[in-house]
């Protein structure tokens, strides 16, 4: 009969010391167990989970003290909101959910545990071997191409908007204001590129039409973020200030920003610009197309789920407002319907197509304007995380643990799909974690310069929900 | 106790809540909010005096409701500090609602306690004129009263005149007393001649009020009025059935007495003289203009100036001064809808009128007259023509024939004009041969000086500041003239005390008399005010209204119509009042405190302490056995908890140590019930553990003091303590009985007074199954305080699963907590009884004093580290951190190393892993993970 191998992270108070008092009591419980002792169930991170079922555990089980018990106060808390995370995110992506389980047993719950231990070890036991690890041989190098109808047009600039963006920058760095305009210029082959001013006299090179996909406030981590650790602690000297272009999921990414403390709200000058939609640039098809009425060419995918035309944070607000409809064209469930009858064997193998693609060029990260880890967890040569290898194991790592991280912080500005040379649907696993965040917590990112839901305590309802849940 | 009190290494304080801790061990800063007791504990001598007297009666917590105390109190016989507290929950909202600062919850107490010459003085305080205000005011505090909420207000203005009428009849008496109508106000103590004068110009409620206060503060004041009498729009506008001249003659009187100066019969037209030179016994260092609002108005139609036209002022100032008008005959129109229209109409009624009409633009529920008097009015004959418009005077041969009226549709006066619609065909004559106008009344600035020099304000009235100071320095205004219209008694009262202050401090600078202190309003909820009268804090009886003399007795004289409440209906009413404020300061106390202890001013302190360790002894809470029906307490009164018996048995307490039945008789058979509460599933799982102890304690009381039989209905007997097994035996001994058993139902007699018996299953052997006793005893078992999740948050303290506060570990270190620092004792932890309490208190003093002697603390080293060049400042671990142990300092996190407790949940949300926890890393953890898996 198939043993499976599962790791239980048992919190030292409680669950570590329910385990002793089932044994203490002579209980039985599985050898399938192996149990590891952290301080508390808060101290298990979903990279560890992540990590566990990518070395081949069938089953993970985390056990921690019941809510409110908590030697740490509220460490649990945050495992009750990360450890259902990860696992949606997982199973999203073809583990079979019922592999991970996260419960509660106190100290003289030592009959609980036992039977927790049990039960779960049956569930596993019955779900058969993990195959999570893809065993792929043929690489994928192909890119699946789509083919859409899609009418070429010239850009046009538009004069109005361009106009005010112009006046506006040259007024800002005429007063000195600020000291850089980060704004959108026209490079070659007829496509917008972003551009930097820093005298009125340059104003003249920006401009603004319905191409201008890219995520400026990226720059302002380079600009404005106060790194003061490398300088001598100097509070008076003056705080670097920038003027951005933004289109309203960029303000999203602004209030993100905010939220961690990157710089002062008083840093940043924004120029925001009603948006109605952006265009596809040439070189990319979308995954699902609509024809832009006006201009004949292809929306992007995200503009089809957002729901906002009207930047959330501005200083100044350039262009007409265009007419505000109250739902997204396309909902975060209708764009994810298809995966709800996927098996997870299914799952699987869409993602191995894609991941193996991956050559780990890291351009999805760099585009990212919330990717700002002075060094990044999975490029490290110490393979603690991840190898640097590209085969779809290390691949899916490193793309369900930014995932991760991006949860919570996400705005769906999707530059990480737009600059991915691979083509690879790195959105889905985003927007998988924006409607359970939305779900779970009601919360959508950049919506307020709040932090992800994932570090606060849980409110006395989610308790309740959680409690009933056991 | 005592001796902790007097120790002089320990400071207690009482009375006290703790709002927030910060720090960490060895530098905790505690934030302290030390409520105000209103007694100054360093003065009082626990003599309780003032207890004696405060007049307020409550519920006695500490007797768990079976006695009443008084608003100040001493928490028990034996309490340390002996201080007495006085209770406040807010000002009443009766006394917040009037512009005097009426303590009507005060006087209303001292009328239930038959003490109304206390309740006089109380009215004195800030009213001079009780007896105009039992009878005439618009009463806003009956309509902010709470009983409002329940039923109807209380007759609070009956209760007034009831005090002013009792005070009148026994006004030889009167000055044989001692007068406590200054006590507690900023004229209690005599202050000496300031050498300054105020003139005064107008002897009304306002000026006769700011002339009291300043005089009583040293200065000297001279009161000027144009009319023959002093009084005002009180003695001259106000007809005699509603108020008794030489009632309010007396009180006038008492005012004078005071010393003022009063200058009758003199127009004052030269205000800058006043101040500047010497005219009218002058120069004075301050005026106040106080001259009302005489001049009543009259519309300027066709005939209006024809000689029978008459004003509403004018008939009563002419009734009120004595004149023996007689209007026998006359078929008059009153033109007016207020109180002047509706006095004036049933003055002229009285004075013979034939026939007599009301005619006012408002409809009849939009008048603005009280709708009682115009109720009265009707029954006694006033005819109402509501809601039409005066076009014209119609006069036959030089006689006035009627008013000529169109009916109207009223919308309300727009910017101080009124807006209408008439309705067309309905014009008609209303019959008069005399015309009385009465709609509305304003000042007369003839006398003020023709330079501009004191501004009047649009639309009407005088322009002041915020002091009530016009335009001209040192001349200040109150009453009717400031607001432009006529308003009520109390609001010139009210606008006299202000103006005194204003004009004391403007006199005297930074000495002069402050503002006085606002308590915040006290709201009582539904269920507040059911839970008082559960108490038995309130009766439910209903209002008592006021009764007039028949109709037949009102005619052709000016009998008085309403009569005052006899003694008895004062008496009931008064047991109406739900006490809002709890104290009501009515200051009785402040007058019999030998010690001068008591501070009605004193306000909320706080405090920072800074300490090195904490030990929490927040004790526990009964558990309420109301939550178990079967058990029927609070619907038998003679089912009672072990607390309730231990006052009853206290020789202090409410029974003087009597044990008795809700009948007033001793039992003679008592059953104690063990376990309520306490190791049952449905509520709470764990044994209380004192309970069995004191139920034996309770059975020997019971035995040997009430002799009465007792039985024991017992789940397991739990006596585990040095010699408590003896203590068990000895009791079994003297005869107790002990039934094993779990009660499942009480039954009595007759449905609530009689027998009880008691039912319970699981009983042994040849055990009886029920005993039918007097007296049922619950031993009620021990719950966590209401606030210990509030408390534990705020000193960071943990609590097990029965929501007890919880130790660092049940064996090792019972004393400590989590929280490094902060050390428990006592029933907050787990129940316990008072050794284990005691020993448990003692071992944490004994960790407390171990950390103060060595002066160093030795840390945990599994703690977390940042890598400070991979970390990206996002602030998640800060957020993330139970402990608020980390912060971003120049961009980057840092760990408080006190502060840090070692759970790694910062090294778990860290998305760069700059964060990590020593000895419990990422690599040392996934090591594991992989030998595990191999």
Known sequence: MFEPKIIAYLCTWCSYTGADTAGISRLKSPANIRAIRVPCSGRVSPEIILRTFDQGADGVLVLGCHIGECHYDSGNHRTAKRLPAIRTLMSFAGLEPERLRLDWVSASEGERFARIVNEFTDTVRSLGPVRWRIESTEKINKRESVSSPRVQKQPQIFLPETQAIREKARELLTNQEVECVIGYEMGTHNRTRPAFVYSPDEADRLVWNQECTHNLTRYLNDKLKVKQKAQSGNSQE?????????????????????????????????????????????????????????????????????????????????????????????????????????????????????????????????????????????????????????????????????????????????????????????????????????????????????PPPFVTILTEDFIARVVEEG | MVSVGRHENIKLLTYSEVESVSGYVGNFNVHVHRKP?????????????????????ISNSFDLGLSMRKASYRHSAQAVPGAYTIEKAGVAPCRSACPTDQRAQGYIALIRQKRYADAYWAIRREHPFPSVCGRVCNHRCEDACSRGKYDEPVNIMGLKRFVADWAYAHRDELPNMRDKSLVGTPFQHHHPPTGKKVAIIGAGPAGLTAALDLIRLGHAVTVFDSLPVAGGMMRVGIPPHRLPIDMLDWEIQQVIDEGVDIHLNTWVDDIPGLLENGSLGGPYQAVLIATGAHKAKKLSIRNSNHPDNWLSLDVLRRVDLGEKLDLSGKKIVVLGGGNVALDTSRTVLRLGADEVRMACLESRGEMPGFDWEIGVAEEEGVKMCPGRVFKEIVVKDEKITGVRCMEIVFHGFKRGRPDFDEVPGTEHILPADLVIWAIGQGPDFSFLPSDGSINTRYPVGIQTDEDMMTTLPGVFCAGDVHRGMTFFVVDAIGEGHQAARSMDRYLRGENGLKEPRKLPVVELGQKDIEEKFARGEADRRPRIPVSSIPIGERWENFREVDLTMTEAEALAESERCLRCGICSECLECVAACERGAINHEMQDEYLDLKVGTIILATGFKDFDPAKIPELSYGKFPNVITSMEFERMINSSGPTGGKVLLHNGRPPRSVAILHCIGSRDENYHSYCSRACC?????????????????????????????????EFYNRTRKKGVHFYHGRVNQIDSEDGRYGGLTVRWNESFYNQPDHVTVDMVILSTGFEPQEDTAQVASIFGVSRSHDGFFLERHPKLAPVETASEGIYLAGACQSPKDIPDSVAQAGAAAAAALSLIDQGIIALDPSIAEVNQARCAGCGQCVASCPYQAIELHNGAAQVNEYLCKGCGTCAASCPNKAMSLIHYNDRQILAEMIGALA
């Open chain 2, 37 to 57: 007791r209103y007694i100054d504990e360093s003065q009082c001598t626990g003599c309780g005096k003032c207890a004696e007297v405060c007049p307020i009666e």
């Open chain 1, 238 to 450: 003056k705080k670097p200030k920038a003027a951005v272009v933004a289109k309203p999921c960029d303000s999203r990414t602004i209030n993100v920003m905010l939220a961690e403390n990157r710089f002062e709200r008083d840093q940043v000058y924004v120029i925001g610009v009603e948006c109605g939609g952006i265009l596809e640039t040439a070189h990319r098809q979308s995954l699902s197309a609509k024809v832009s009425e006006d201009s004949g060419g292809v929306y992007q995918s995200k503009c089809l789920r957002c729901a906002e035309h009207t930047p959330l944070i501005a200083d100044v607000l350039i262009g007409q407002a265009t007419p505000a409809e109250s739902t997204p064209s396309i909902s975060q469930e209708e764009w994810l319907a298809d995966w709800d009858g996927m098996s997870p064997a299914e799952r699987i193998s869409f993602w191995n197509a894609q991941f193996d693609r991956c050559i780990r060029c890291y351009a999805c990260r760099q585009a990212c304007p919330i990717c700002d880890c002075p060094s990044c967890l999975y490029e490290r040569d110490d393979s603690l995380w991840v190898g640097m290898g590209t085969g779809p194991n290390q691949n899916r790592t490193f793309h369900l643990g930014r995932a991760y991280h991006l949860a919570g912080r996400c705005v769906d500005c999707n530059e990480c799909e737009q600059v991915c040379p691979m083509e690879i649907p790195i959105s889905l696993l985003n927007l998988a974690m924006a409607k359970e965040l939305d779900h779970v917590y009601g919360f959508r990112a950049g919506r307020a310069a709040e």
């Open chain 2, 693 to 725: 102890m004191y139920s034996l304690k309770i059975a020997q009381l019971v035995h040997d003091y009430v002799e009465a039989d007792v039985y024991e209905i017992y789940r397991d007997m739990r006596t585990f303590g040095k010699d408590y097994e």
